[in-house]
């Protein structure tokens, strides 16, 4: 449940994601100058990063995903 993926190639960094995520989920790289999950088990799957990104580069899911928190 939650954000599938963002891709990268798609993103500009416009940030349009950032300030409709209700949540705080995604936030933007300052390096790479794209966006990123940082929260992701905070994400309730409302879908509007995906309706609201005009590079149509964010894909959420409706189905939980178990996926392993890596420190790196």
Do not use: F
């Not at 990268?8 to 349009?16: F, R, S």
């Not at 300052?30 to 905070?42: E, H, N, S, T």
């Not at 509007?48 to 590079?55: G, I, K, N, S, Y």
Request: with cysteine; charged share 30%.
């Amino acid at each position: 449940m939650g954000i599938s993926y963002i891709d990268v190639a798609l993103c500009n960094g416009c940030g349009i994601c950032v300030k409709h995520c209700p949540l705080d989920v995604i936030r933007v790289d300052k390096q790479r100058r794209k966006a990123i999950i940082k929260y992701l088990r905070d994400c309730q799957s409302c879908a509007l990063c995906e309706e609201d990104c005009p590079e149509h580069a964010i894909y959420v899911t409706p189905w939980r995903e178990r996926r392993l928190v890596a420190p790196w």
